[in-house]
């Protein structure tokens, strides 16, 4: 027979906090931003050491879950952890039981059976972090989810440009390109205008979605209008989500010819970043993306300490806020 | 055209004390409602009871039984999701005493064999009468008529291609210019494939932000537009279903004002919600057409009152739990609403001064039943008990163990809801009874 203990609510165990995850910019609040790139900063001072890693997560583990390909996201991640003394694991979906036909949620309710920390997604799909996040007992991180959100990269560009121009407050920053298939243009967007920062987005119509002047941006069309802005943002034009026939741009010729960033485009002293993998000679003019105002190379720098602040944060005090599913506000 | 299992008795029943509301008669008091073997015999106060069953009513109110003109019962080919049975049941739980199913079935309903099938099974486990559409075109494929007399002498309710529209303007017009001679409506689920392509919410801001292709208002109107014109000039009526765009309202009552015979339904979730829910993730808010901003579900509250929009329509339509249980984007159209239709209505309209209870009961009720044609339920005497008893007091939570639906894709679970079935009484037989 099972004992009956009667307990007095002061001798309860304190109730677990929720779960924190970072699943959208939308979620955070200045102050949250501000203490992320701060922390980001403390940590790259400690990669300036002969020995780089911190025993910070020892005994902690960090998942990775990759259902796209991605070289920079996935490998920095994998570092960040390391380099904190995690133990991870990475899983691509290729080569998984995904290829077998199992679902989302099987593939998280297996993973949570290890108990890890951290799960970090990357998936084709909006709203995969959230149902990882509804089945299994970890912090989620958002690798970046359809055309959704990928907000560890407006992180990365947030130090980026704090890094190189002293300020994010009252800089300009030009977007320019493929923003209707961009998650790293959406998350950006929201982490510019948190932080301040003036936000212009330029390209072809079909290009950009209609109604996202409401995230704090203004549209135009026309190349010129990246002239006034201190940083020109440039996106990859994601062939691989063009749709067959789906006439976006007449042609990635034409494309080029309008909306390429080369050098005659940009004024001195402007600065150039792109979240990779660049298409050189499309997006992007070689002789730009090698030039020393490209901050191309320093933004794969900062990824680093800044998952790496990420990681820390959600794992320890730090009050990354929870994204808590509201339940159903009804109009 | 309607078919339910027979051999139950018909009622002999006495609802005392509640508040009668029937708008097509101009009845609203409270009365006593005498029902005598299924068919309404006397209204009045102390009517006799004549050992019959007595039901209080005091509270509650009284009302012609609902007609839901779009349901999904997912027979033949989708029993796991719902069949005559479970969704007649659930119906009879939601206040209907009759409901019309759509025929985008696996087979698609656009034989007499398979129709035939249907009616042989409605007659063997449907609890209140129901009715089917049959397809406009072969296969819903849209190149070619089915043989829409025969469908009709077997008794399909009215003609659809539901969950797709008729592409090509030419069949359109000849569905048109045919369908008449069957007497029966043709029921148009307007939507412009190349507009709507990969469209996964509304088009506007919250799409903008969240990522998701947009499905934009203009795919429904430009296609309402049309079908409004060939209408016109066929001097053909129409059913225009689940409408969702402000744009389709003011083209549906400009045709109606040039004297063309239009009608049209709107669901419970479109004069609900608008695409700022669809922030949730929660694949329960993803329908087609979607839910669209809060300009396009005020009009579509107003043209529900004005009666513009003649009906209310659940379009019930149920998945099975782990199709739900994944991305948005991956996630099956529909949700379910038989079984919260009133509630869902009463709570966020009527309670807020939105909508009147006697425009609802009335759009829930005999809008959709004139629309395709039918009988509208009505409270007098002479006529067949139709009859639905309301607890308009009473809130109760929206759970998924509650639904005698198989599915429960409810865009309500965990709401509270104030608006509570009693009593079902359909084609004189008592249907439900809480």
């Known amino acids: 027979m099972a004992d009956i203990h009667v307990m007095r609510e002061g001798f309860l165990p304190p109730k677990q906090p929720p779960r924190r995850h970072l699943i959208s910019i939308g979620d955070l609040r200045r102050e949250d931003v501000e203490r992320l790139l701060g922390t980001a900063s403390s940590f790259s001072r400690s990669l300036e050491r002969e020995v780089k890693k911190l025993p910070t997560l020892r005994g902690r583990t960090v998942v990775n879950v990759f259902y796209e390909s991605s070289t920079r996201t996935s490998s920095s991640f994998e570092l960040a952890a390391k380099r904190l003394s995690a133990d991870t694991m990475s899983i691509k979906a290729a080569g998984s039981s995904v290829d077998k036909g199992e679902s989302l949620k099987d593939t998280a309710l297996t993973l949570g059976a290890y108990d890890p920390d951290v799960i970090v997604i990357r998936h084709p799909q909006i709203g995969a972090p959230q149902l990882v996040a509804r089945f299994t007992d970890a912090h989620v991180v958002n690798a970046g989810d359809g055309k959704h959100q990928h907000p560890t990269q407006a992180l990365l560009d947030l130090y980026t440009i704090q890094a190189d121009l002293g300020r994010i407050e009252g800089v300009h920053v030009a977007i320019v390109g493929d923003v209707l298939h961009s998650r790293v243009a959406r998350s950006n967007v929201q982490a510019l205008a948190l932080m301040g920062a003036k936000v212009t987005l330029v390209g072809p119509a079909p290009l950009i979605p209609r109604g996202i002047e409401a995230l704090g941006c203004e549209v135009f069309h026309d190349i010129d209008a990246i002239a006034a802005a201190d940083v020109v ?48 000679g499309v997006e992007i003019d070689p002789r730009v993306a090698d030039a020393p105002e490209a901050l191309i190379e320093a933004q794969v720098r900062s990824g680093l300490v800044v998952r790496m602040a990420v990681l820390y944060d959600l794992l320890t005090t730090g009050p990354v806020p929870v994204e808590v599913t509201e339940p159903l506000e009804v109009a | 055209m309607l078919f339910m299992k027979k051999g139950r008795s018909l009622e002999d029943l006495v609802v005392r004390g509640a508040r009668v509301i029937d708008p097509a008669e101009g009845l609203d008091r409270v009365c006593d409602v005498r029902v005598d073997r299924g068919v309404i015999a006397q209204l009045g106060t102390d009517v006799d009871v004549n050992g019959h069953r007595v039901v209080e009513g005091e509270g509650l109110v009284l009302a012609p039984a609902f007609v839901d003109p779009h349901v999904h019962l997912r027979v033949p080919g989708g029993e796991d999701e719902e069949t005559i049975a479970s969704g007649t049941a659930a119906a009879a739980a939601g206040g209907y005493c009759a409901i019309l199913a759509m025929p985008n079935t696996d087979p698609v309903v656009d034989s007499a064999s398979v129709l035939g099938s249907l009616v042989e099974d409605a007659k063997a486990e449907a609890t209140i009468p129901v009715g089917f559409l049959a397809a406009i075109t072969r296969g819903q494929q849209g190149a070619e008529l089915t043989e829409m007399v025969e469908l009709a002498e077997h008794g399909a309710a009215g003609f659809s291609d539901d969950g797709r529209p008729v592409v090509a303007p030419g069949l359109m017009r000849r569905a048109l210019q045919y369908h008449r001679i069957t007497g029966r409506r043709l029921a148009l689920h307007c939507e412009e494939p190349t507009l709507s392509k990969g469209g996964q919410m509304h088009e506007g801001a919250v799409s903008a932000e969240l990522g998701f292709s947009g499905y934009p208002s203009v795919a429904e109107s430009v296609m309402v537009e049309r079908d409004l014109s060939l209408a016109a000039y066929e001097e053909a009526p129409l059913h225009l279903l689940h409408l969702s765009a402000r744009e389709s309202v ?11 015979t239009a009608t049209a339904e709107v669901t419970p979730h479109h004069l609900c919600l608008t695409d700022e829910a669809v922030r949730s993730l929660d694949s329960n808010l993803k329908m087609n057409p979607p839910l669209r901003s809060a300009a396009d579900r005020a009009v579509l509250v107003e043209a529900l009152a004005d009666g513009t929009i003649a009906c209310v329509a659940t379009d019930h339509a149920p998945h099975l739990r782990h199709e739900k249980e994944v991305p948005f984007e991956a996630a099956p159209f529909g949700v379910t609403g038989l079984e919260t239709a009133f509630a869902a209505l009463y709570t966020r309209l009527v309670e807020p001064g939105l909508l009147k209870l006697e425009t609802l009961l009335e759009r829930m009720s005999a809008g959709p039943a004139r629309a395709y044609g039918l009988e509208p339920p009505r409270i007098a005497p002479g006529a067949t008990a139709n009859l639905v008893l309301l607890d308009t007091e009473r809130a109760w939570r929206v759970q998924e163990d509650g639904f005698r639906s198989l599915s429960a894709n409810s865009w309500l679970l965990g709401q509270t809801l104030r608006g509570h079935v009693r009593l079902t009484v359909a084609s004189g037989r008592t249907a439900f009874a809480a």
Not at chain 1, 233 to 238: C, G
Not at chain 1, 239 to 268: D, F, H, K
């Open chain 1, 233 to 280: 943002y440039v996106l990859r034009m994601q062939r691989e989500r063009m749709q067959e026939g789906a006439n976006y741009v007449p042609s990635l010729r034409e494309y080029t010819a309008r909306w390429g960033l080369t050098p005659e485009r940009i004024r001195p002293g402007q600065k150039v970043m792109h979240p990779g993998p660049m298409n050189r």
């Open chain 2, 250 to 260: 003011d083209a549906l009552r400009a045709a109606q004002a040039r004297g063309v």
